[in-house]
């Protein structure tokens, strides 16, 4: 199984200032088959099931703010937050699609400093 | 707009089988650039796949190895909707659990059914 690691586990941000969380995977997540990376980012509030932010690590899924940005490639990718909202309070999580079992990160909580 | 509807019992005894339906709407079961997903998660675990289904021309079926001798998905076109059975359950099996759909990643989400395995 491909093991994502996500660090840190928490973090604490003011609003309007930026938010990075990064994301390792045990292997490589690019497919030589189509050069992209096999890599998404979601976002999960309270009670509600995961979204999706993030596909092939910077393709931004439909909705979401400009504020949020995916990078990186290989076996490390970023997300970043570039101005933090009240709304973007939220546990985020990477999670690799190159191969079943897919699996995902940890998870990184993000608070308001 | 595509949407996954879940249904199925909150509470399942140990040993006995837990069983969950996932109604599709605004898309097919059988269509041939999706897969149809089955996952759950627990403070303990995480978020964990248990497996997926898809059709390309037939159905294929892949599970997670914890969970492949227990657990079984079935596709049902009649209703569009995809079920999940998993046998044999004890308290480890206590989770949310979720449907989706992969395109290529987790774009579509059931609302979760919280499980308790309990006596």
């Known amino acids: 199984d491909i093991v994502m690691t996500q660090s840190p586990d928490s973090l604490a941000v003011s609003l309007g200032e930026r938010a990075t969380i990064n994301c390792k995977s045990g292997q490589s997540l690019l497919y030589s088959s189509n050069n992209k990376d096999h890599l998404a980012w979601y976002q999960q509030k309270p009670g509600q099931p995961p979204k999706l932010l993030f596909y092939w690590a910077s393709t931004r899924e439909s909705g979401v703010p400009d504020r949020f940005s995916g990078s990186g490639s290989g076996a490390d990718f970023t997300l970043t937050i570039s101005s933090l909202q009240v709304e973007d309070v939220a546990i985020y999580y990477c999670?690799?699609?190159?191969?079943?079992?897919?699996?995902f990160g940890q998870g990184t909580r993000l608070e308001i400093k | 707009q595509v949407q996954l509807q879940q249904s199925g019992p909150g509470l399942v005894k140990p040993s006995q089988t837990l069983s969950l339906t996932c109604a599709i709407s605004g898309d097919s079961v059988s269509a041939n650039t999706v897969a149809w997903n089955w996952l759950r998660q627990s403070p303990s675990r995480g978020l964990e796949w248990l497996g997926r289904?898809?059709?390309?021309?037939?159905?294929?079926?892949d599970y997670a190895v914890s969970v492949k001798s227990r657990m079984t998905i079935n596709p049902d076109t009649s209703k569009n909707q995809f079920s999940l059975q998993l046998n044999s359950v004890t308290p480890e099996d206590t989770a949310i659990y979720y449907c989706?759909?992969?395109?290529?990643?987790?774009?579509?989400w059931g609302q979760g059914t919280v499980v308790t395995v309990s006596s």
């Open positions: 289904t898809y059709y390309r021309s037939k159905w294929f079926y």
């Open positions: 999670q690799q699609y190159y191969s079943p079992p897919y699996t």
């Open positions: 989706a759909r992969v395109s290529p990643a987790f774009d579509v």
